[in-house]
Structures are given as C-alpha cells and as structure tokens.
C-alpha cells in the first residue's frame, strides 16, 4: 500500500529571506522549508564536484583518503540503524567505483555503503569547504562541544568519551539508491542539510502525527517506510500523512526537531548536515531527556529496594542512552544562562546609552535568557532533582574560567555576525568589579530552583543597573 502524502514543503530563495523572517517562519513554527541560493561560493561545490556534476570521487582519495569514516551498509539493519562498519575513505571510494561499474551497483540495497557523519571540519579545520548561512549560526550544540564535552564519564570508555566531546558538523556521500531510515534527529535537535552535489527525496512526518509509526506500546518505530509495514505490529501507520519533497543539488534542506524522516539519495550524492538547537527548541531536547530518564527508570524499577544508588543507576542509563544525564544538561543550560547574561552586561557597558529593546543583539540575549528561565522552570518540577540535589556550579569559578570566557566570545561572535554588529569581547575582571552585586547573590548554584532565582535577579539588575 502507497503512503498517503498530503503537506508540502515551500523552497524559498535564502538571499531574499531575512534572519528574523526564517525565524519566525521556521524555528519558531518548526516547518520543514528549502533554502536555495546560499551556497554559490562554497569551495565544497567546485572541488567535490567533477565537470558532470557528478562527486569528484578522486579528489576525496586524494586529500583525505587516509581518514577512518563510519559506513552504513544500506542493506543490513541493526538494531533501530544500518549497519556500521569502520573504513578509510579511500577504501569507501574504491568500493564505491567498483560497485558503479558492476550491474548489481546495489540494485537489491544489499552492496550499497554510505558514508556517514563524517567529522569533517573537526578533522579538516583548515579547509574551508563552506561557511554556515546566517539562518543556522545560532547554534548551541556545536559553539558549546567546540569547548566542553557534553558527558564525561571516567569509567567509561575512550570511545565514548570521544563521541560525547565531538561535534555534530558532518558530511554523508553515497551513490544512488543508499538512504537513511525512519528516526527523528539526535537530541530532537534541528539539522539542515545542502545537496553539494546530487538529490533526495525526503519523507517527513510532523510530531503530532509521530505515534502513528510506533507500535501500541510506543517503544520502537518503524525502520522503512517502504518495506511490508506489519500491520500487528504497527497498527495505526497506514492512517500517517507524509510530506514529500525532492532536494535538488546546491539546495539547503531546514529539517525541525522532532519531524521523523526518511531519506534516499536519488543519484550519487555529498551533503552537509549540522546538526543543532537554540532557544527555539532546547525544551525539545528537556523533554526527550526526561522521557528517556522515565523510561531508563521503569525498565530498572524492580531492583529500586535493593540498589545502593538507585537515581545515581538511572541517571548512568539515561546518559548511555540520551548521550547526556540531567546533570550535564544543567550544567550547558547554566553555561548558557551565564554567556548570555555576561554578554547583555558586556554591551551595556561597551555601549552606555543602549536601548535594549531597540537592540537586535540585546534582543537576541534577552531572548535566549527568558526561555533559558522556561526551560529551567519545566526541569525545576522534576522529583529527580529533589532526591539529588547536589550539582554545586561556582559561578565564579565558571566565569573565570579561560574556557568560559572563549565560549562566549565564540558566542558573542555569533550574534555579532547575525546582527550586524561589532564584536564583542567579554571581560571577566571588568565583570566581576561592576557587577559584585550579582556575583554574591549567586555564588554557588545547586538546583534549577536557584538558577530561577539568580536569572530573575539578573534580568532586573539588567534593566535597572544604569
Ligand atoms: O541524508 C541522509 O541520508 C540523512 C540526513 C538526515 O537524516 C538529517 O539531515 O537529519
């Protein structure tokens, strides 16, 4: 049976679209859209891209042969993904030219190998193979993994400890008929996602239409739309209504958080995909966090009265499952709190007569902060936080920090570029003597109830303090 398809994606022209239209269009909405024109200068467009507009397969074996990538084999499923095996991209291109010329060059799936989140600007940060439009810059995941590691665990694994401190910029290059099956992103973050060379079709389905891909306990979700969907199983999926849309080469895809997706490359293809989120959709990232934290504690809750550190086990399997626990993600929230508050102060004392509503940056800050205080109120109502409240975050000592004040000046140069507006460097000692008052009255932070607090003492020091 075919799917029902009933929305459609609007493509609009990226240099006639403003940073406040996008984002009140499609952050805010969370609506799927295609960007076009934004991608004219891009080195990636002319040196991945042969003559025929086809992937200069020769160029990657050149230039970055040796790197170790992830492959997906397209035919094989485990688990809820494809397949992975470790290769070197020159070993991935040979098996891709072999295969191109072969009859079977994956017509049954089953020999199709697709390159996958490939870290390529971690690994190659000299080679500026594209730069981020505007509408994508506002982005928490990577600014804040370019200087912290999300989880660290010191029991744990090198190799994990390597995936929670790396980046989430990646470049995916496949040959025709390789595809991506049904899930909705990492952390419910946003991606976007330019065709540097080839096309695909993409299958969306909105969030409130998600449970009808799950089976009737809402634990696992179909894998291929296209496959005999068992109807026992998944009863409610012929009932889902798809948008469908092509994305032709040199065309950016904005994917929202939460829209489950499917994706087949419909000829040899290299993409871009950052993965991300910001203040427009970090409550999606809470609560798929406090929805995995429930669930990690229901498959355990039978061994509740015997374990020692019961909310201690939980929070190690929510950070196994999630990539994060509470405690890191309090501790990124707090971290954002802090930069956008000490950059509000930065541009109030580097522009003394500022009127911060008819500030873009200012607006931009203050933004951030009121849903930073939202989010922090929704984690504040969780019992989990009462049974182990203990993250002790010294304010001072975070500010002071070399690594703080480099991220938020990686995040002042952000909202910089997106507004407009000269840089802005942020100075902890001219902080510290101007602002005691602050300082004192939030030292030390243990509990999202106190990170309430502090941020409404801020906001009305901001709006008071001359
Ligand atoms: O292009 C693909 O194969 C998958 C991309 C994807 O899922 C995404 O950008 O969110």
Known sequence: ???KIGGKIEKVNGKE????????????????????????????????????GKPNLRFFSTHFGGSRVQVADCGTREFTDQKRVEMSVSEFIDNWIKFSGSDNGGADGKSLLYLKDWHFVKEYPDYVAYTTPIFFLDDWLN????KYCMHNDPGSYQERNEIS??????????AKGTWTP???DVFRSYSWSANVCGRKQWYFLSPSQHHLVFDRYMKSSVYDIFEDVCKSKYPEFAKAIWWECTQEQNEIIFVPSGWYHQVHNLEDTISIIHNWFNAYNISWVWDLLLREYNEAKGYIEDIKDICDDFEGLCQRNLAANAGMDFRDFFILVIRFALS????????????RNIDLSSSQMARFLLFNLRNIKCITLKMKYVAAWQNRGIFIINLMETIKDQSFVEFCNALGRTYSTACNHSEINFDPNQFFSEHKQLVLFGSQICSPDELVSFLDCALKLVETEG
């Open 182 to 184: 049904l899930h909705a």
């Open 165 to 174: 401190c790396s980046d989430y910029r990646f470049v995916y290059m496949g």
């Open 17 to 52: 679209l403003s940073y406040n239209d996008f984002a009140e269009k499609y952050l805010a909405k969370n609506q799927p859209v295609i960007l076009t024109g934004l991608m004219g200068d891009w080195r990636a467009c002319k040196d991945w891209v042969s003559g025929d």
């Open 340 to 351: 956008n508050l000490v950059l509000v102060y930065q541009l109030k004392n580097d522009n």
């Open 143 to 146: 600014i804040y993994l370019d």
């Open 1 to 3: 049976m075919g799917l």
